[in-house]
Nanobody, 121 residues
Framework: QVQLEESGGGLVQAGGSLRLSCAGP????????MGWYRQAPGKQRELVAT???????NYADSVKGRFTIHRDNAKNTVYLQMNSLKPEDTAVYYC???????????????WGQGTQVTVSS
């Protein structure tokens, strides 16, 4: 069973920073894109940032210039550095990885359990 382990959420004041981490399994056949999504109460889950294995990145317009995604392929880990946080960034943040668990499985999306980020005004 593939698990993505998230950490780094919490409560921060507006203008502050947080760093999220998401670690994939230590042994995996291949990992393609990794990313972060978020879901605020009463809203649909939305893309925050993604990064391919070649480290091509994509950001939601709302976080450009404030958030930075990067990954450590040796550790199968993706990070999200969030600066200049705003109250509207408050949401549950979910890690996503598109990966192939072993030779016998297909590539598919896996999700972390979610980590709460709360930004107070």
């Amino acid at each position: 069973q593939v698990q993505l382990e998230e950490s780094g959420g919490g409560l921060v004041q507006a203008g502050g920073s947080l760093r999220l981490s998401c670690a994939g399994p230590g042994s995996i056949f291949s990992i393609n894109a990794m990313g972060w999504y978020r879901q605020a109460p009463g809203k649909q889950r939305e893309l925050v940032a993604t990064i391919t294995k070649a480290e091509s990145v994509n950001y939601a317009d709302s976080v450009k210039g404030r958030f930075t995604i990067h990954r450590d392929n040796a550790k199968n880990t993706v990070y999200l550095q969030m600066n200049s946080l705003k109250p509207e960034d408050t949401a549950v943040y979910y890690c996503n990885a598109r990966l192939r668990e072993n030779f016998y499985t297909d590539t598919r999306d896996y999700w972390g359990q979610g980590t709460q980020v709360t930004v107070s005004s």
